[in-house]
């Protein structure tokens, strides 16, 4: 007698190179996305290798050269205390990037976590957590942020953690809704009648279904996290002195904007093309990934 796990099909690796192939054919097709994808590829590269891009120590002090203009020793000129502003830049983009993955993949990992067993799990368990979740989302965003910093003290890690706090719920909310959709159609109950565990249904046939749609969240949600990072920097509630990082720079060249416009030049460029780059990756994917929004269909 035939089981019904020998008869159960298995993933097929043409099938998902098909896929992945349709993939990259639509995302081409996509110009902005392409210009996203280059954006975002470039700045993630130059924060990289920023070591071996900069010109000089962008945390040493120099009294000569304060506020100078652009030349071939000082490429965007230097701050009130001499620093070069263009090391200073390059090397302040590390700051953002990684606040922004570090932040959202664990707000990303957890979200997904406790909407899969809100989802799946028993009514009073998903009233639980939808209680939790709105009682986060209740505070305002900067509000919280504010009190949280203040509380902990300014730091990489109070920012880190304030943003993964907040982006959390929006996660997990996606995920249960997603969840709560699936766990009724057909090919589930057809899964149990099989006798598929709560396992593997969750990890083969909800996990992948709700994926999509956190990617595009995520690579939505990059730009604001960016912003938010240099808005505490800029408040001085973000990464301490000397680190380098934009919202720093963009508070120092405020400071000075009628004796020199380079700094805030040099800080506002980097965090504008981001914003551009994850928000018109994040649109391609959109488009690709939703059924309702695709051009092709």
Not at 67 to 85: C, E, H, I, K, M
Not at 186 to 203: H, K
Request: net charge positive; charged share 15%; no cysteine.
């Amino acid at each position: 007698m035939v089981s019904v796990e020998a008869i159960r099909p298995e993933p097929n690796d043409a099938m998902a190179t098909g896929a992945f192939r349709t993939f990259l054919r639509q995302f081409r097709k996509n110009r902005l996305g392409m210009l996203g994808a280059v954006l975002v590829v470039l700045i993630a590269a130059i924060a990289i290798f920023a070591p071996l891009m900069i010109t000089h120590d962008p945390t040493r002090i120099m009294v000569g050269p304060r506020l100078a203009a652009p030349s071939l020793d000082f490429l965007l000129g230097t701050d009130q205390l001499g620093r070069d502003t263009f090391s200073r830049t390059i090397t302040g983009g590390r700051i953002p990037l990684l606040v922004a993955f570090a932040s959202l993949g664990s707000s990303l990992a957890i979200g997904l976590l406790l909407g899969l067993i809100a989802g799946f799990g028993p009514r009073w368990l998903d009233n639980l957590l939808l209680l939790f979740f709105d009682t986060i989302r209740s505070f305002p965003g900067i509000i919280f942020a504010l009190a949280m910093i203040a509380l902990l003290g300014p730091s990489l890690a109070s920012v880190i953690l304030v943003i993964s706090i907040t982006s959390m719920p929006i996660y997990a909310r996606v995920v249960r809704t997603q969840t709560e959709a699936l766990r009724s159609s057909e090919y589930i109950a057809a899964e149990r009648s099989m006798g598929a565990g709560t396992t593997r249904i969750l990890a083969v046939h909800i996990l992948p279904n709700v994926l999509g749609p956190l990617l595009i969240l995520v690579s939505m949600d990059v730009p604001a996290v960016i912003a938010v990072e240099a808005g505490l920097s800029f408040l001085g509630m973000g990464v301490r002195p000397p680190t380098p990082d934009w919202g720093a720079i963009l508070n120092d060249g405020y400071s000075y904007i009628n004796q020199t416009p380079w700094l805030v030049i040099a800080s506002g460029i980097p965090i504008v093309l981001a914003t551009l780059g994850f928000t018109f990756l994040g649109e391609a994917l959109r488009d690709i990934f939703d059924p309702k929004l695709r051009k092709d269909l």
